[in-house]
């Protein structure tokens, strides 16, 4: 019950001297203390569940959830599709989103894995890489550019350009590398998913700018290097550190290694 709660929390706040939760009219809001354990308290509740699942399905993963952020789906879907073999009684929730708001839905507690794309780990995180690879034009096989090996950041400068939106981890690195280079990239749309920009590179709206392990066959695209050896994106497959044993988690990361 509500008075209940108001005393176990009255207790806490009393017993550490802290104040857990602040009051304003009818809102009440996590204090700054709070905030910081709300990652540990999670991972507590989630290991508490586990331990309640373990003790009446001993550990065979015959139940739970996961859920799944990801922003490249050509990187994500078979890994996804293996864990989800091997353990088919586990819930799956999957979500496509760019890398930034991968990383948000972390600090909120919303997700239990990401696929994201940067340099490195984000801060506060573990993970696994799962791919490294160039970011590149990606312009139909009639394309003038299509039958050269390499171009410069010049040449890139006078290409009407394809692109993710602002918060995805590929969009970062080019446009952090052009900046250095000195050039301001011409991007005349943004779109949110790969799929959506290889349809306006066949329609010859413009090329695009992607990972090259994100292009198949399929998407009737030529990856054309630009002439940068900083132009290189590092896909992770990540989770919060206090979550990492956490059985479905684990799990998940144990999938990895499948072939």
Not at 182 to 190: C, K
Request: glycine share 8%; aromatic share 6%.
């Amino acid at each position: 019950s509500q008075p209940s709660i108001s005393n176990h929390v009255q207790s806490l706040e009393s017993r550490f001297k802290t104040r857990l939760l602040a009051k304003s009219g009818y809102s009440v809001s996590a204090t700054p203390a709070l905030e910081g354990l709300l990652p540990r308290i999670r991972a507590v509740l989630a290991l508490v569940g586990d331990l309640e699942t373990e003790l009446t399905h001993q550990r065979t993963l015959a139940s739970g959830e996961l859920r799944i952020g990801y922003s490249t789906y050509q990187l994500a879907i078979p890994k996804i599709s293996t864990f989800m073999s091997s353990h088919p009684d586990i819930s799956i929730e999957a979500r496509a989103l760019a890398t930034q708001d991968i990383l948000h839905l972390f600090e909120d507690g919303e997700i239990d894995i990401g696929f994201v794309t940067g340099r490195e780990i984000p801060a506060g995180l573990d993970g696994e890489l799962l791919v490294k690879t160039r970011i590149v034009i990606a312009a139909p096989h009639d394309h003038p550019l299509a039958k050269k090996a390499t171009v410069s950041w010049d040449e890139v400068a006078t290409l009407h350009l394809l692109q993710r939106e602002g918060s995805s981890g590929t969009r970062k690195i080019f446009e952090a590398a052009a900046t250095i280079a000195g050039i301001r990239p011409h991007t005349v749309l943004a779109l949110g998913s790969w799929g959506s920009i290889a349809t306006l590179i066949r329609s010859g709206v413009g090329v695009g700018i992607a990972m090259e392990a994100e292009i198949t066959d399929r998407d009737g695209c030529v990856a054309i290097q630009i002439d940068d050896p900083s132009l290189v994106a590092n896909h992770y497959v990540v989770w919060q550190k206090d979550m990492s044993k956490v059985a479905a988690v684990e799990a998940f990361r144990k999938s990895l290694h499948d072939l």
